[in-house]
């Protein structure tokens, strides 16, 4: 796949597992995000790396742990997590023009992993 | 923060038929409006956008609506087709971040 592509597609972990999601984007874009999908709500917003600097983090627990090495690869470490955590994790990536510019840019999805906390 | 509100939360239409869905939002600072489609399994992908400065927007059988003083955006697909069976989502925002709506299942009977 080309675009933004994430790994793993599929993961079940118990309570107290480590896992890492990551996400890779191949679209030169300076600016990478973390979505949680739970069936029936709205796609939320977790974490927002813009030039590789985290930007925004919508009081996430802690127990997610975000990591975005350079402006292709972002990651999101797990530990403990429960059951309520179980969604698609979907990656998005876009192009930050800054201030200067007049309005947003596209954002651009993964195909999510597939996250079962048991 | 942006709060986007997406009606109706299913929908059924006959195909050829035109299918019609609904979004408001509350943020005015809000500039830019795309909407999604995710089929079954799939990732979201844009199928149309449109921005402040903007009234509609269409791409073959696909146009969106803005209206900046009431606050609301609409998608309209026109002669509907089986493959638009799918999970439609709008969206609001400004800079980079975006506040989505919590989708609308369109199933398309032959």
């Known amino acids: 796949e080309t675009g933004v592509t994430q790994t793993p597609r599929h993961l079940v972990m118990g309570m107290t597992n480590k896992k890492s999601l990551k996400c890779e984007q191949h679209?030169?874009?300076?600016?990478m995000y973390w979505y949680k999908q739970s069936a029936k709500k709205p796609l939320e917003l977790m974490f927002v790396?813009?030039?590789?600097?985290?930007?925004e983090n919508n009081s996430v627990p802690s127990r997610f742990s975000p990591e975005c090495p350079n402006s292709s690869h972002l990651f999101l470490h797990l530990h403990t997590l429960q059951p309520e955590d179980s969604a698609l994790y979907l990656c998005?990536?876009?192009?930050?023009?800054?201030?200067?510019?007049?309005?947003?840019?596209?954002?651009?999805f993964g195909p999510g992993t597939r996250l079962l906390v048991l | 923060g942006e709060n986007v509100e997406q009606h109706p939360s299913t929908l059924s239409v006959q195909e050829g038929d035109s299918a019609v869905i609904k979004c408001t939002y509350s943020?005015?600072?809000?500039?830019?409006f795309p909407w999604y489609k995710q089929e079954l399994g799939k990732r979201p992908q844009l199928i149309i956008d449109?921005?402040?400065?903007?009234g509609e927007k269409k791409d073959q059988r696909i146009a969106v609506t803005l209206n900046k003083t009431a606050k609301h955006f609409s998608l309209h697909i026109t002669e509907t087709q089986p493959e638009d069976s799918a999970v439609y989502f709008c969206?609001?925002?400004?800079?980079?971040?975006?506040?989505f709506g919590a989708g609308t299942t369109v199933t398309v009977r032959a």
């Open positions: 998005a990536s876009s192009q930050d023009r800054g201030e200067r510019a007049s309005g947003q840019e596209t954002q651009y």
């Open positions: 679209l030169g874009h300076n600016a």
């Open positions: 790396y813009s030039l590789e600097e985290r930007v």
């Open positions: 943020d005015s600072a809000s500039n830019y």
């Open positions: 449109i921005r402040s400065n903007v």
């Open positions: 969206a609001g925002g400004r800079d980079y971040k975006l506040s």
